[in-house]
């Protein structure tokens, strides 16, 4: 398999950002608001596959200290190959200064635990979807 990773937002399709999103149950939105959120992130990353593209994720940072991962997705049938510990320690290496904070998806836990991540003990979030969330199993 012949990966190549891109960092920057040129010429992505935002479109297929959001429709993976979707496929793969994550908060999704218009392709445009997409594209505003990636160009806006510190660290982005998209994976293709002989031109095609199959996943991506994105932190925000201050570069220096900080640093929140976002929106790390593969493409169902691409997934379990080491598709996404590529995009992880991409945007890992990227940040070796900061200290990394995310919140997993419900039973996606292990996937972070293999790169390192350990479970917070006093994570707090104000979701401004905050009943969905909870019911997604994200609170309290
Ligand atoms: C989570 C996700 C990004 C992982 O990407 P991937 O390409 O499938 O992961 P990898 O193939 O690199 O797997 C790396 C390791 O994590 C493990 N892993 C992958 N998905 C896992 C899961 N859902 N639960 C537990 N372990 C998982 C793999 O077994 C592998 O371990 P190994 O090296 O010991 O075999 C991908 O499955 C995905 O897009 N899922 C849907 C979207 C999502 O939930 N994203 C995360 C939001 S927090």
């Given amino acids: 398999m012949e990966l190549e ?7 992505v399709d935002w479109k297929t950002v959001a429709e993976t999103l979707q496929l793969v149950g ?17 660290t982005r990353v998209f994976v293709y596959l ?3 593209l199959i ?4 932190a925000i940072s201050d570069g220096v200290y900080q640093a929140a991962v976002y929106d790390v997705a593969v493409i169902p049938e691409f997934q ?12 890992l290496d990227s940040l070796s200064s900061c200290n990394i ?11 972070y635990r ?9 994570g707090m979030a104000l979701f401004r979807k905050a009943e969905e969330m909870k019911g997604k199993g994200f609170t309290d």
């Fill in 80 to 91: 379990k190959k080491g598709i996404g510990t590529v995009i992880m320690k991409n945007i």
């Fill in 50 to 52: 002989d031109g095609r």
């Fill in 101 to 111: 904070i995310l919140y997993a998806s419900p039973g996606k836990e292990d996937f």
């Fill in 26 to 42: 994550m908060a999704h939105y218009d392709p445009d608001v997409h594209r505003r959120a990636f160009e806006a992130s510190h």
């Fill in 5 to 11: 990773i891109r960092n920057g937002c040129t010429g």
């Fill in 55 to 58: 996943g991506f994720g994105r």
């Fill in 114 to 122: 293999t790169l390192g991540l350990r479970k917070m003990r006093t």
